[in-house]
């Protein structure tokens, strides 16, 4: 979506099958976080005007130490926080220093005033092939935990979501 806006895009994912598809939805810059230095990348290819970010922690750190002046930054979860040792981000004075804008929300406090004119805009763009998308379906509310731990660990391949029943 970022890219149809004229956006260059530059995306990371944990794997090399996530980074294909990633690389397939039209983002300029790809490259598997796992197996690459994000900083390296970042300081090669930045400097950065926008970040979305679900991960925080380092990853967090990286893009602020990346950012442009008066770059914005829009937080939508903080994933790292359940991987292992929280990671204290150690350059949070160049929030003032580069006049970073940062806005962070938690989708279900926005989706009342905004779920109608996203079915109506996403659903629009899926009917077209303008947006693709992928699903992780479990099968069995007994499984609902495994999926989880497969989104924090990022085994999920797409959007994860449990099929409780067929009807």
């Known amino acids: 979506m970022a890219k149809a806006k004229g ?3 530059i995306a990371s994912a944990g794997s090399d099958e996530k980074v294909v598809f990633i690389k397939s939805l039209g983002a300029g810059v790809t490259f598997n976080y796992k197996t ?5 990348i970042l300081a090669w290819e930045g400097p950065i005007n926008m970040y979305w970010d679900s991960v925080g922690g380092e990853a967090l750190e990286v893009a602020i ?4 002046v008066g770059a ?10 359940f991987t292992g040792e929280p990671y204290h981000v150690k350059n949070l004075f160049n929030i003032d220093a580069k006049g970073l804008k ?16 996203f079915y109506e805009m996403f659903l629009k763009l899926v009917k077209e092939g303008k947006h693709k998308y992928k699903e992780d ?31």
């Not at 940062?102 to 004119?117: K, M």
């Not at 479990?138 to 067929?166: F, P, W």
Request: aromatic letters at 2%; charged letters at 20%.
């Open 7 to 9: 956006l260059r895009v």
């Open 36 to 40: 690459e230095n994000t900083r390296d």
């Open 65 to 68: 130490g990346a950012a442009s």
């Open 72 to 81: 914005r930054f829009i937080e939508c979860g903080m994933i790292s926080i």
């Open 102 to 117: 940062i806005s962070g929300f938690i989708v279900s406090s926005l989706s009342q005033s905004h779920q109608s004119h």
């Open 137 to 167: 379906v479990t099968k069995g509310l007994e499984r609902a935990g495994h999926t989880i731990i497969d989104v924090i660990t990022g085994r999920n391949k797409g959007k994860s979501m449990i099929l409780v029943g067929e009807e």
